[in-house]
């Protein structure tokens, strides 16, 4: 199914923007197929739908042209301006809204863009939808629509609360008999979707906020900042000693942690501790914890010792969301940074899960590090990101395959190997595992580098 789509990644339409498919006219042809597919879900002659965005600069043309394709159809436009991808989420649910959609391209740089869409429950949409989506972008006759003319054109209002709203819902979901008084805090925005909400948030909770990379223009975004770049943010740590780092990405769905020492926390690592916490209050549902297949698999052990388990999805925070949902998990991510607590949010969200962490901090009256310590032995990995050429699918490339194959019989059980393409960029993804860091290097290079020579 997922194979099958031609302009849906694994997290929405994506690419540089004023290119195809992140035109103007493929913007406003969504926006007709979108409220076309609302109208007919929620039997509402008019659907109200929400849009948000991030900093960058082409955002506003991709919502102009969102939005005239939504009113050409009749349907009734709630922009919220730039606000985090899960704040959209929330304010498509708590306004009654049959779809929301997030202009953003989350961690890739400024020039890029992206499109992706939540329902009217505040989840994303589902594969089956998103076909339905390309199908009528791509074939725009086939909705049997007459032209919406006179009074029935749609309209545009403005949420200028929409930000306020976001806060309230955050700090909901910190304990309401716990503060963050006289706790010292790096916040690191990437210059990106958050940087309004989130000080506020910890500010209003009673931290000490010092703040990096919340004046965005534009084109700063992501740029040698917030999740992407945390070590900005771990030198900043230990020059004002302060308690934690918190670094977001540019739509703030993610988050990677520092400790008071300036070591990088990454989600495998964090979910391990919450898990583990989790388990021991009895609030994980079943036990057990989602992940997709890029985790590490030391965090496998670490649940596995707590007394749950781990399931494994595709990449992407959707397919582990889908597979929460299934059956009735309520927590799981990804080793990026994307943290998903269903008993609070539908989505990721990058200070929800700082805060989740936060209260454990103030409840175990611990520090970031002293969690961290021995919570998981992680097996060594070596992981690779790099720039192809095109995307010939893997089971066609030969050499590359035989490769694979060669390394997984040296390893035998002790290691593992997963190559894959980015859902998201014109990237290629290496990870391997193994007991030794020099020798899963060499692997991992090799692969790398009979990719890059198969493929051109």
């Not at 009528?136 to 629509?145: A, F, K, T």
Request: include cysteine; proline fraction near 4%.
């Amino acid at each position: 199914m997922k194979s099958q789509k031609k302009l849906f990644g694994t997290d929405g339409i994506r690419g540089p923007a004023n290119i195809y498919p992140l035109t103007g006219e493929v913007a406003m042809a969504l926006g007709r197929a979108l409220t076309y597919v609302a109208r007919k879900n929620s039997g509402r002659q008019s659907p109200k739908i929400v849009i948000g965005k991030d900093t960058r600069l082409s955002g506003y043309m991709l919502e102009t042209a969102i939005s005239s394709g939504i009113c050409s159809m009749g349907g009734q436009v709630m922009l919220v301006g730039p606000l985090p991808t899960p704040g959209i989420s929330f304010i498509t649910s708590s306004m009654r809204a049959d779809a929301g959609v997030v202009i953003s391209a989350s961690h890739n740089p400024f020039e890029d863009n992206g499109i992706k869409i939540f329902w009217a429950d505040g989840y994303k949409l589902p594969d089956e939808v998103e076909l339905e989506l390309e199908k009528l972008i791509l074939d725009p006759q086939s909705m049997s629509n007459k032209p919406v003319t006179g009074e029935n054109i749609g309209r545009a209002v403005r949420i200028d609360d929409a930000v306020g709203r976001y806060i309230v819902e955050l700090k909901h979901t910190f304990p309401r008999d716990y503060t963050l008084e006289g706790i010292n805090i790096v916040l690191d925005c990437a210059n990106g979707a958050a940087y309004k909400t989130a000080p506020s948030v910890f500010k209003e909770l009673g931290a000490n906020v010092d703040l990096l990379a919340a004046a965005p223009d534009g084109k700063n975004i992501n740029e040698g900042c917030g999740a992407l770049h945390p070590k900005t943010a771990a030198k900043r740590v230990v020059k004002k000693g302060a308690d934690i780092g918190i670094t977001l990405d540019g739509d703030a769905d993610r988050v990677i942690l520092i400790d008071e020492k300036g070591n990088i926390v990454d989600g495998d690592a964090v979910m391990a501790m919450c898990a583990v916490m989790m388990i021991k209050d009895k609030t994980l549902a079943k036990k057990c914890v989602v992940t997709t297949v890029m985790s590490n698999i030391g965090l496998d052990k670490a649940v596995q010792d707590a007394g749950g388990k781990v399931v494994r999805t595709d990449v992407g925070d959707r397919y582990v969301v889908e597979e929460m949902r299934k059956h009735g998990y309520n927590f799981g991510g990804e080793q990026s940074g994307h943290l998903i607590f269903t008993d609070h949010s539908t989505t990721g969200d990058g200070v929800l899960a700082a805060l989740q962490i936060m209260a454990i901090m103030v409840k175990e009256k611990k520090t970031l590090s002293e969690l961290a310590t021995g919570i998981m032995k992680r097996v060594p990995q070596s992981l690779l990101s790099f720039k192809v050429p095109k995307k010939v699918p893997l089971s066609k490339l030969s050499k590359v395959n035989e490769v694979i194959k060669s390394i997984e019989k040296t390893m035998g059980k002790e290691g593992r190997v997963l190559v894959r393409y980015s859902g998201t960029e014109a990237k290629a993804r290496v990870l391997v595992e193994g007991p030794n860091q020099k020798q899963i290097d060499e692997y991992s290079e090799k692969i790398k580098a009979t990719l890059i020579a198969e493929l051109s």
